[in-house]
Each structure stands twice: as structure tokens, then as C-alpha cells.
């Protein structure tokens, strides 16, 4: 149990460092920001990205939750 609950552990630390850092590099190299794309897509205040957001959000997070359960 102990092995199980140190390895989340790490991959969250390790999730979490490489978004602090990534981030400001892609925000350096001019890669447009969430909301830009967005905007860019389906056009300002329009529902559609509401959804798309909401739907990728989800799909994120059940295929990391579906990757730490076949791990464990």
C-alpha cells in the first residue's frame, strides 16, 4: 500500500511541476492560450464552447483516472 499511495504521490508532484513550468514555455514560444482557441473555434459567448470545454475537462480526467486504475 505504501509503494501505491508514494508513486501517486509522485505523479501528481511530477504533473503538477511540469504544468508550472510548462506552461509559461508554451506561453513564450506564442502558443495561444485555451480561451483564444476557443474564441477562434466557435466565436465569442457562444455555448458551443462551454461544452467542448466541459467535455474535454471530463474526457481528461476519466482516461487519467482509467491510466491509475490499471496501474494499480
Known amino acids: ?9 509522485l505523479t501528481f508532484v511530477i504533473s503538477f ?3 508550472i513550468f510548462g506552461l509559461p ?7 495561444p492560450s485555451g480561451d483564444v482557441v476557443l474564441t477562434a473555434l466557435f466565436g465569442k459567448g457562444n455555448i458551443w464552447a462551454l461544452v467542448f470545454s466541459v467535455m474535454l475537462i471530463l474526457l481528461v480526467t476519466f482516461g487519467v483516472g482509467k491510466v491509475i486504475k490499471s496501474s494499480t
Do not use: P
Open 17 to 19: 511541476a511540469s504544468v
Open 25 to 31: 514555455l508554451l506561453y513564450t514560444l506564442g502558443v
Open 1 to 9: 500500500m505504501e509503494r501505491k499511495k508514494r508513486n501517486l504521490i
